[in-house]
């Protein structure tokens, strides 16, 4: 990232005094430009640029503003050619032209919509007649009965077939479209939103922003980091088959952030310090008023960095039905006392659920 404002002085800006302070100014060709920092006509704080260019065949005032960094100094040089687009057909050519306006101009691709386009444009996708692609959603939905939530899915289109690559088997499906550059990968919890109804004939199945996107579906994909993380974190002390040494790395875990600060309810996101693991980590207490045998109960969730950011969101009982709402299923750690019974801990495998508490 670049600072705009201190980045202009490469272009040819000049520092002066004005009535309004410090600003950048640069002159050339039949164009005045000026450049301020501070709050822009949107409430954010950024650079203000404004000026006027004034010719033989036209003439018309500049105004535009730009946040207070950008990525790289070429996409400022395409941003600022961008707003100077009106008197550049007279411009084009000029000697008096700075260089950096014609780069700028050749630099357009950087500008985000350009980008997006290109993006949308260039994305893995292919079209599947709605009776094949239902009956392959009927068949993945009968499937991943059998596997848990956090288990991967391959997506691959080879121009001919696109194939849903489960952990002990393949679904495929005929389409239509160019070969995909790559194979995506997404948990099986994804699967269980598939759509019920297709509303096109035929179906476009495309990745954008990373979702795989089926009809009005969108399907979170899993990152190469995620992944990355999951393989380090199975191999780690946090989920260590000994119970004990897995709750011993557990609290001593990083916090990430606090949704529920209760005494009798709390949950929050750790992270593993060695292998980058996040957990989501729960703590339920049922008082007993009349023994004082209170039943507690503390468990340790892996979750995917999508799903911790989701969870980070929220707060107080909007925490608690989110968590119940997403289904997760996998492996996660519990150490629970009921009431009349010992302390245990054990690895549970199966939907994870908030303990009953006050």
């Not at 000026?34 to 018309?60: E, H, K, M, T, W």
């Not at 050519?93 to 630099?107: A, F, M, N, T």
């Not at 239902?134 to 289109?157: M, N, P, Q, W, Y």
């Amino acid at each position: 990232m670049i600072t705009v404002y201190d980045s202009l002085e490469e272009l040819g800006f000049v520092e002066e005094e004005s009535s309004y302070g410090l600003r950048m100014r640069i002159r050339f060709a039949f164009v005045d430009m000026n450049a301020i920092l501070g709050l822009r006509p949107d409430g954010y704080y950024g650079v203000q640029f404004s000026g006027a260019f004034s010719s033989q065949r036209s003439f018309g005032e500049i105004d535009f503003s730009l946040p207070e960094s950008v990525e790289s100094l070429n996409l400022l040089k395409a941003y600022i050619a961008y707003y100077l687009d009106t008197p550049w057909n007279e411009m084009r050519g000029r000697p008096d032209v700075p260089q950096w306006l014609v780069e700028g101009k050749e630099y357009e691709d950087l500008l985000p919509w350009k980008k997006n386009l290109k993006d949308y444009e260039t994305r893995d996708a292919c079209m599947v007649e709605r009776d094949w692609l239902k009956l392959a959603i009927k068949t993945l939905r009968t499937k991943i009965t059998g596997f848990l939530d956090d288990e991967l899915v391959e997506v691959h289109f080879d121009g001919e077939m696109l194939r849903f690559s489960l952990p002990s088997e393949v679904v495929p499906v005929s389409a239509g479209g160019e070969p995909w550059k790559q194979s995506y990968r997404l948990m099986v919890k994804s699967l269980r939103w598939l759509p019920k109804r297709l509303m096109r004939d035929p179906v476009c199945v495309d990745v954008i922003d990373g979702f795989l996107n089926i009809d009005r579906s969108a399907l979170r994909l899993v990152s190469e980091a995620d992944l990355q993380v999951w393989r380090n974190c199975r191999e780690c002390r946090c989920q260590n088959e000994d119970v004990k040494v897995a709750q011993q790395a557990l609290l001593n875990c990083d916090q990430v952030g606090s949704m529920v600060g209760d005494s009798h309810f709390s949950a929050g996101i750790i992270k593993c310090e060695a292998c980058g693991q996040q957990f989501l980590s729960v703590f339920a207490e049922l008082i007993d008023w009349d023994d004082g045998d209170d039943s507690q109960a503390s468990l340790w969730l892996p979750v995917f960095s999508a799903e911790a950011r989701k969870l980070l969101q929220t707060e107080g009982l909007a925490t608690e039905r989110l968590i119940m709402e997403m289904k997760m299923q996998r492996r996660y750690l519990v150490n629970a006392k009921s009431k009349g019974n010992e302390a245990y801990a054990t690895w549970y495998e199966g939907p994870f659920f908030v303990p009953p508490h006050d």
